[in-house]
């Protein structure tokens, strides 16, 4: 069942869409909104108020909201404490104006998309540095995930990449780069990472998902500060080189 019909790559394509369109036009809107009028808001009540817009149709590409779900509470997080997880919940605690990640899954007429980001509030010049090899990092595991190869051999590539250009974010990189997406939103036997020996296959639809996590921001004074992590997910299509369905949202 990983690999996938056209009738339900279409449908997961346009999944993707409307998580895109509802994390442009209303997360992301929403956050600056915050940030320009230096709001005390909770990551609780944030991501509480990204699943009441997916009731409005103007958030959703046209489509009917009656379709439309999430696939699991979004997940934002901020101010040092980062567990790089769909399994976690977004705390009560108030969103830091540092690096800020939010993750969120909508399904469409029962088939599921991903999506994760991360914003970066006046961020030092290592910071962006980091967050930009991440992009490099995650094209690189683009070109891996292609027809007939093995996932353990596509992770393994991507480590020896990292390994090689900056060898002090090894240790920092998840594990885990994702997984298999479909019906249900993560098959257990297809996680992405360095042990599964399954081959990938034409048709198959892949969250990818990474990160580095307990980074140092050493030039951070308050203890929200001295500690970030980067993070960023998109939903692809399995072929002969694997593709966005959509194409990725310019990360800010």
Same mark, same amino acid.
């Given at each position: ?16 869409? /409307?998580?895109? !369109? ?52 979004? /997940? /934002? ?22 690096? /800020? ?21 006046? @961020? ?115 072929? !002969?080189?694997?593709?966005? @369905?959509?194409? @990725?949202?310019?990360?800010?």
């Amino acid at each position: 069942m990983a690999v996938k019909e056209d009738q339900e790559l279409n449908l997961m394509k346009k999944a993707s869409a /409307i998580t895109s !369109e509802v994390y442009s036009k209303f997360f992301k809107e929403r956050v600056m909104e915050i940030v320009d009028a230096d709001e005390k808001v909770r990551h609780s009540k944030l991501a509480e108020s990204v699943e009441k817009a997916i009731e409005e149709k103007k958030y959703l590409g046209g489509a009917d909201p009656s379709t439309v779900e999430m696939c699991y509470p979004p /997940i /934002i997080q901020s101010g040092g404490n980062y567990s790089l997880k769909f399994s976690v919940v977004s705390d009560k605690n108030y969103m830091h104006f540092g690096a /800020i990640t939010c993750a969120m899954g909508i399904r469409y007429k029962s088939y599921c998309s991903n999506l994760v980001r991360t914003l970066m509030v006046d @961020p030092t010049q290592e910071m962006q540095d980091n967050y930009n090899f991440l992009l490099q990092v995650e094209e690189e595991l683009l070109k891996e995930l292609k027809h007939g190869v093995k996932i353990a051999d596509a992770s393994n590539a991507l480590f020896e990449f990292v390994k090689k250009e900056k060898p002090e974010l090894v240790s920092k990189l998840t594990k885990n780069l994702g997984f298999a997406m479909g019906i249900e939103f993560r098959e257990g036997s297809l996680v992405l990472n360095s042990k599964n020996q399954y081959k990938l296959k034409r048709g198959m639809v892949l969250n990818i998902s990474l990160g580095f996590t307990d980074l140092l921001n050493k030039e951070g004074k308050k203890d929200e500060d001295k500690k970030y992590a980067l993070f960023i997910g998109d939903t692809v299509q399995v072929n !002969e080189v694997s593709t966005f @369905p959509t194409a @990725p949202q310019s990360l800010c």
